[in-house]
């Protein structure tokens, strides 16, 4: 593997799994830069954003699939399945406290909203005048606001 172009703040970003999208924009200029230059680093975090969606979408599924359980063994109604309502429950409810904990202490739900806003730049860009000056001035506001810094 690549060795680091800057082992302090390499170690820095790997302290903080490699996620900058907490800090003030004008603190995050030095590591954007690291992560252009470092592809040691580039790559951990891409790494570790992949692991994170990972356990959203396993936690996900997991919810899913004993919310099923629960609803088919429910609709059924075999005899004597107290036990595994019981048990379907508990899974769904594990699962949901699992996704809780990733959301919460991982940097998804930042990440997410930071590609939604990018997506929603890209689009107010292309849209025509028309429709442009029918969006609400905040929106449009915050929006410019977001392109210049």
Not at 30 to 56: M, N
Not at 94 to 104: D, E, G, H, L, R
């Amino acid at each position: 593997m690549a060795v680091c172009t800057d082992k302090v703040v390499g170690d820095i970003l790997a302290g903080w799994r490699y996620d900058i999208s907490g800090l003030a924009p004008g603190m995050r200029e030095d590591y954007e830069a690291h992560f252009q230059d470092c592809a040691r680093c580039r790559g951990k975090r891409k790494l570790h954003r992949i692991i994170d969606f990972a356990l959203i979408l396993i936690a996900s599924a997991s919810g899913a699939i004993f919310l099923l359980a629960l609803l088919a063994i429910r609709h059924f109604n075999p005899a004597r399945a107290i036990l595994l309502e019981v048990i379907a429950a508990c899974g769904a409810a594990f699962s949901a406290m699992v996704w809780i904990i990733v959301a919460v202490s991982t940097p998804v739900p930042v990440v997410v909203a930071g590609v939604a806003l990018q997506q929603a730049r890209r689009i107010h860009e292309k849209l025509p005048e028309e429709v442009k000056s029918r969006i609400p001035e905040k929106i449009s506001e915050k929006l410019a606001d977001e392109t210049k810094g």
